[in-house]
Nanobody
Framework: VQLQASGGGLVQAGGSLRLSCAAS????????MAWFRQAPGKERDIVAA????????SLADSVKGRFTISRDSAKNTVYLQMNSLKPEDTVVYYC??????????????????WGQGTLVTSPA
């Protein structure tokens, strides 16, 4: 399985970005895909997750109302739409997939494959 993350960049606080994670190499039926983020010296925390089969989503409290996660099954791609960005959103974002099942898995240890990080910078 290969995950290719893209879409990071510099955007002013209050602005928007959309991250993409293109997946290949294996069927994703029954899996869950997620976006995590990690600040320097801190743990990697989940931001959002989506069941590949049902499309059910979960969001961290810190991003509810601002971020949405979606998937395009035809393109094998998961998106993270980020609106109303804040300076504290300035971290590296990673996409990941777990084959444990389609429910919500908030811990990074449950994920089987990871994409490379993409940096989002949103200065004050």
């Amino acid at each position: 399985v290969q995950l290719q993350a893209s879409g990071g960049g510099l955007v002013q606080a209050g602005g928007s970005l959309r991250l993409s994670c293109a997946a290949s190499g294996r069927t994703f039926s029954g899996s869950s895909m997620a976006w995590f983020r990690q600040a320097p010296g801190k743990e990697r925390d989940i931001v959002a997750a989506i069941s590949w089969s049902t499309g059910a989503t979960s969001l961290a409290d810190s991003v509810k109302g601002r971020f949405t996660i979606s998937r395009d099954s035809a393109k094998n791609t998961v998106y993270l739409q980020m609106n109303s960005l804040k300076p504290e959103d300035t971290v590296v974002y990673y996409c990941a997939v777990t084959y444990r099942g389609s429910r919500y898995y908030p811990s990074m240890i449950d994920y089987d494959y990871w994409g490379q990080g993409t940096l989002v910078t949103s200065p004050a």
